[in-house]
Each structure stands twice: as structure tokens, then as C-alpha cells.
């Protein structure tokens, strides 16, 4: 069973900045495409950023295109979600997901964490 632990959320005001970070248990991370997904109170889970496994395929939902980053670190099995000017509509549970890239990106990862909750004042 891969664990998926997220952390690094919390409050901050709008235009603010936050990192999230996933780390993962798993021994195939090298080759897992990993998902940060949000989920905001009465709306379904999206797709926020994806990155494949050799960092040469990265996909943003257009709503965080320009304000996110995602990376990762093979090394401590860590991906990241660098998110600037932050917005009172990222407010959501982030949730990270590994699998492949094909279903990564359609939201179906193997895996999931057990999110982190960013919100966003004004």
C-alpha cells in the first residue's frame, strides 16, 4: 500500500504564497506520475497540476496556470505545489495522487493522500 502524506497547508491571505509538499512511500516513486488535486466545499475533486516522472511532461489547470509550480524530488520522494498570489477561490483540501500520467491526468490516480486544507481570506 503506497502512503501519500501531504503537509504544508493552511490559512494565508489572498495574494499570499504556500508550498505544499507530498511525500511518498512508495518504491516506484521514480517512475510515478504524480497529481495535486483540490476540492472545495460543494464541488467536485480537480485536476491542479501534474508531473510526470521525469519532470518532462507538467500539465496546470488553466484556473492556476502562472501562479502554481509544480516539482519534485526524486531523491527524498517529495512533490511540490509552489502556489503565489493565492486567491480567495483556491480555498479547497489539496489532495496528491500517484500513478500513471494518462490516468493522473484524468483524475484516477492509484493512490491517494489524505489532503491538506489551504484557506484563502481577504
Known amino acids: 500500500q503506497v502512503r501519500l502524506v501531504e503537509s504544508g497547508g493552511g490559512l494565508v491571505q489572498a495574494g499570499g504564497s504556500l508550498r505544499l509538499s507530498c511525500v511518498s512511500s512508495?518504491?516506484?516513486?521514480?517512475?510515478?506520475?504524480m497529481g495535486w488535486f483540490r476540492q472545495a466545499p460543494g464541488k467536485e475533486r480537480e485536476l491542479v497540476a501534474a508531473?510526470?516522472?521525469?519532470?518532462?511532461?507538467?500539465h496546470y489547470s488553466d484556473s492556476v496556470k502562472a501562479r502554481f509550480t509544480v516539482s519534485r524530488d526524486g531523491e527524498k520522494k517529495t512533490t511540490y505545489l509552489e502556489m503565489a498570489n493565492l486567491k480567495i477561490e483556491d480555498t479547497a483540501v489539496y489532495y496528491c495522487?500517484?500513478?500513471?500520467?494518462?490516468?493522473?491526468?484524468?483524475?484516477?490516480?492509484?493512490?491517494w493522500g489524505q489532503g491538506t486544507q489551504v484557506t484563502v481570506s481577504s
Open positions: 512508495s518504491p516506484s516513486f521514480r517512475f510515478d506520475a
Open positions: 508531473i510526470n516522472w521525469n519532470s518532462e511532461l507538467i
Open positions: 495522487g500517484a500513478g500513471s500520467w494518462d490516468l493522473t491526468v484524468a483524475g484516477q490516480p492509484d493512490d
